[in-house]
């Protein structure tokens, strides 16, 4: 099925990769989908942000380098890094390079995504990705459930 008309349903989990190296990008494909999670992919930088913009990914994983010679050209990681969290906190987002020690919290932290990953540990990648949402899912649990109170009583803030 062409992947522009790939429908998301409500039980489905997206996941979206832009990787520019293609043995990254076929590791992390295989390792999602042993997870279940419905991958899409992303080919430019406006690809990226097309994609993120239409559909509440659950999961989100980009190389440092993507589309890009240096972390500063990576124009998709740089406008999420700028996007308003409440844009992008429906998604765990993970950015995986050469110059990351794993799971860096202060790495993360200056790159604005939820996790780092060194791509030499790429092989733990499906272990890596379910530590990296569960971190995620509990740090966000009290926020979620406030949120879906709020939604349900018809409350606005």
Known sequence: MNDTFDFVSSGDMPALVAFSTPEWLDSAKSALNELGYKVHTAATHSDFLLRFGQTHYQLVLMEELFGANTPDENLALKTLQNMP?????????????????????????????????????????????????????????????????????????
């Open 85 to 157: 969290v409440n844009q992008r906190r429906h998604a765990t987002i993970l950015l995986i390079g050469n110059a990351f020690q794993t799971f860096t919290p202060m790495e993360a932290f200056k790159n604005s995504v939820h996790a780092v990953i060194n791509s030499s540990e790429l092989f733990l990648l499906k272990q890596l990705v379910e530590k990296a949402v569960a971190d995620n899912n509990t740090f966000l649990h009290s926020y979620r459930e406030v949120q879906n109170r709020v939604l349900i009583s018809g409350t606005r803030t």
